[in-house]
């Protein structure tokens, strides 16, 4: 069964850092990420990552997250930086190979004082 499991979220301060991790089974897909939806908004792209390594990430990330891939492990992460309160979300992994997606459960991330 192909599944992905998420980590790494949590409360963090203004400023502060985390790392999300995701690990899939399964299969090996070809394109793995992230979306976040807060609380009112709709679901929306936060960076994805190709198996031979592209990158995309949404213009209000930039600079600060950064995406990664092991192939080793089937796994991906999101390094965050410089966490702002408008980050609060729940985060979700994504993971994409041909007409076959699959989403994680989400692991909330809270920035706050």
């Known amino acids: 069964q192909v599944q992905l499991v998420e980590s790494g979220g949590g409360l963090v301060q203004p400023g502060g850092a985390l790392k999300l991790s995701c690990a899939a089974s399964?299969?090996?897909?070809?394109?793995m990420g992230w979306f976040r939806q807060a609380p009112g908004k709709e679901r929306e792209l936060v960076a994805t990552i190709t198996n031979g390594g592209n990158t995309n990430y949404a213009d209000s990330v930039k600079g600060r997250f950064t995406i990664s891939r092991d192939g080793a492990k089937n796994a991906v992460y999101l390094q965050m930086n410089n966490l702002k309160p408008e980050d609060t979300a729940a985060y979700y992994c994504?993971?994409?190979?041909?007409?076959?997606?699959?989403w994680g459960r989400g692991t909330l991330v809270t920035v706050s004082s």
């Open positions: 994504y993971a994409k190979l041909l007409a076959l997606e699959r």
């Open positions: 399964g299969i090996r897909f070809v394109i």
